[in-house]
């Protein structure tokens, strides 16, 4: 079983929890990756907390991304995981095996 952080950096995700619990993984809010390619920063941090969860052995995944310019931003950043509609709108389990079954093909 994995633990994941969801929404780390809003709300109730407090750092403290790093330390508490066995966590595998922060995803970065998406409040975050929407202007950090026109917002320094938030850009600062993302980048901050790839530092932080490389630095605890642990991954992220950055919420949200919509453009290319994010993808580039975040890629820069050393995020080890993104998600989002620039790379398709949540799917219904069928349709998902199909597109995942596609893109191994292409591989």
Request: proline letters at 5%; aromatic letters at 8%.
């Amino acid at each position: 079983m994995k633990i994941s952080i969801d929404d780390f950096g809003t709300g109730y995700s407090s750092l403290a929890y790093l330390r508490r619990f066995p966590i595998d993984t922060l995803k970065i809010d998406i409040a975050f990756i929407r202007e950090v390619t026109s917002n320094p920063q938030d850009a600062a941090i993302t980048r901050t907390i790839v530092e932080l969860a490389h630095s605890l052995s642990l991954r992220e995944v950055a919420e949200g991304v919509e453009t290319q310019a994010q993808l580039a931003s975040l890629k820069g950043a050393g995020f080890d995981q993104i998600q989002g509609y620039l790379f398709s709108r949540p799917l219904p389990m069928e349709p998902m095996e199909r597109l995942l079954l596609e893109r191994l093909e292409r591989l």
